[in-house]
T-cell receptor, first 114, second 114 residues
Framework: DQQVKQNSPSLSVQEGRISILNCDYTNSMFDYFLWYKKYPAEGPTFLISISSIKDKNEDGRFTVFLNKSAKHLSLHIVPSQPGDSAVYFCAASFPQGGSEKLVFGKGTKLTVNP | ETGVTQSPTHLIKTRGQQVTLRCSSQSGHNTVSWYQQALGQGPQFIFQYYREEENGRGNFPPRFSGLQFPNYSSELNVNALELDDSALYLC?????????????FGPGTRLTVL
């Protein structure tokens, strides 16, 4: 039972264009969402997060949008750069309780072509 | 560079054996979380330790156990290895025990069970 779904295993975009990575979740109890980026042979690196009380969070070229009614979030990268080529994981957590787990999607491999 | 290191990088074991994986967290980080990432999947939460006490556990059997030490190092122990335990094992450290605290991942240990 996959609670966090990234339905696109891969995405390819041209340098300078927008990259949009999507994530859907099934559990309405999730209240905090994160995006991680992972390069080969490295651990995931935190990119950006959003609380369920917001619908948008921006950090430089990266913006995360949350649509709670659709249980959908997306990560926009504008403009995309070749160095953004990596696997992107969406993750979600339950309300703060100390013992709840963080649930990851399977990831989307982004390739930004020069 | 996240300041989180893991050893060994790679490990090969046979079914039924026991294995210990090690993680060194960033100084001052009181929380360490362990994840299992199977091929083509996202990281799956195994458990979290906060100030040397287990602080949450995912859907993993008791043969997965851990320890956290005062010197910001920790261990993941797996007994009675099974073929399905073959995966990348990631540890992540954070200053606090909440998912809103940024986690810093190590590069992982690749375990192969034959």
């Amino acid at each position: 039972d996959q609670q966090v779904k990234q339905n696109s295993p891969s995405l390819s975009v041209q340098e300078g264009r927008i990259s949009i990575l999507n994530c859907d979740y099934t559990n309405s109890m999730f209240d905090y969402f994160l995006w991680y980026k992972k390069y080969p042979a490295e651990g995931p690196t935190f990119l950006i997060s959003i609380s369920s009380i917001k619908d948008k969070n921006e950090d430089g070229r990266f913006t995360v949008f949350l649509n709670k009614s659709a249980k959908h979030l997306s990560l926009h990268i504008v403009p995309s750069q070749p160095g953004d080529s990596a696997v992107y994981f969406c993750a979600a957590s339950f309300p703060q309780g100390g013992s709840e787990k963080l649930v990851f999607g399977k990831g989307t491999k982004l390739t930004v072509n020069p | 560079e996240t300041g989180v290191t893991q050893s060994p990088t790679h490990l090969i074991k046979t079914r039924g054996q026991q294995v210990t994986l090690r993680c060194s967290s960033q100084s001052g980080h009181n929380t360490v979380s362990w994840y299992q990432q199977a091929l083509g999947q996202g990281p799956q939460f195994i458990f979290q330790y906060y100030r040397e006490e287990e602080n949450g556990r995912g859907n993993f059997p008791p043969r997965f156990s851990g320890l956290q030490f005062p010197n910001y190092s920790s261990e993941l122990n797996v007994n009675a290895l099974e073929l399905d335990d073959s995966a990348l094992y990631l540890c992540a450290s954070s200053a606090g025990s909440f998912w809103t605290d940024t986690q810093y991942f190590g590069p992982g240990t690749r375990l192969t069970v034959l």
